[in-house]
T-cell receptor, first 111, second 115 residues
Framework: KQEVTQIPAALSVPEGENLVLNCSFT??????LQWFRQDPGKGLTSLLL?????REQTSGRLNASLDKSSGRSTLYIAASQPGDSATYLC??????????FGTGTSLTVIP | GAVVSQHPSWVICKSGTSVKIECRSL??????MFWYRQFPKQSLMLMAT?????????EQGVEKDKFLINHASLTLSTLTVTSAHPEDSSFYIC???????????FGSGTRLTVV
């Protein structure tokens, strides 16, 4: 069964810093990988979706990469802002349309 | 873009009562919807997969008689927590696959508190 791990569990950075969130998965036979943001008490917001044939996706200050062979994905956030404070989840999708979620990284950006 | 509307966003109910949570795909047809549950400080866990017009498939350890799922149309799936107990208090969220975008769209979630 697919297992997804996110490191670190929590991260605190000063505003303006660039940062990287890590996601690793045990089964490289994924269909896609998706990064989400979850604000306290709120639902999930999809940030980036990377298909298995792709290496990276970019949206604004966010860049997500995917290395299937090593079972890793990273989410790069440039010039962090206090509004970026949230929990970031990655999820590996299989061909059966099921997602396996990591436990998330809680990010705090200090003004 | 694809939108999944989930209601209610939060609900407080008394122990022993039932609660129904709805998820609607607003601008696409969702033949398959997924229901997840998230306990505090834990990751989302898949509870069941709901297919339009057929019985839901439940994950191991999820009681199908307690968590009733109905997917009667291509745009609506419901999760009913029957005879709710305090340990059912959790965050429930649905998602649907928009095959046109090849992506999953998630509802905004429902915070259930059973007192």
């Amino acid at each position: 069964k697919q297992e997804v791990t996110q490191i670190p569990a929590a991260l605190s950075v000063p505003e303006g810093e660039n940062l990287v969130l890590n996601c690793s998965f045990t089964d490289s036979a994924i269909y896609n990988l998706q990064w989400f943001r979850q604000d306290p008490g709120k639902g999930l917001t999809s940030l980036l979706l990377i298909q298995s044939s792709q290496r990276e996706q970019t949206s604004g200050r966010l860049n997500a990469s995917l290395d299937k062979s090593s079972g890793r994905s990273t989410l790069y956030i440039a010039a962090s802002q206090p509004g970026d404070s949230a929990t970031y989840l990655c999820a590996a999708g299989d061909t059966g349309n099921q997602f396996y979620f990591g436990t998330g990284t809680s990010l705090t950006v200090i003004p | 873009g694809a939108v999944v509307s989930q209601h209610p966003s939060w609900v407080i109910c008394k122990s022993g009562t039932s609660v129904k949570i709805e998820c609607r795909s607003l601008d696409f047809q969702a033949t398959t919807m997924f229901w997840y549950r998230q306990f505090p400080k834990q990751s989302l866990m898949l509870m069941a997969t709901s297919n339009e017009g057929s019985k839901a498939t439940y994950e191991q350890g999820v009681e199908k008689d307690k968590f009733l799922i109905n997917h009667a149309s291509l745009t609506l799936s419901t999760l009913t927590v029957t005879s709710a107990h305090p340990e059912d208090s959790s965050f429930y969220i649905c998602s649907a696959l928009d095959r046109g975008l090849w992506g999953y769209t998630f509802g905004s979630g429902t915070r259930l508190t059973v007192v």
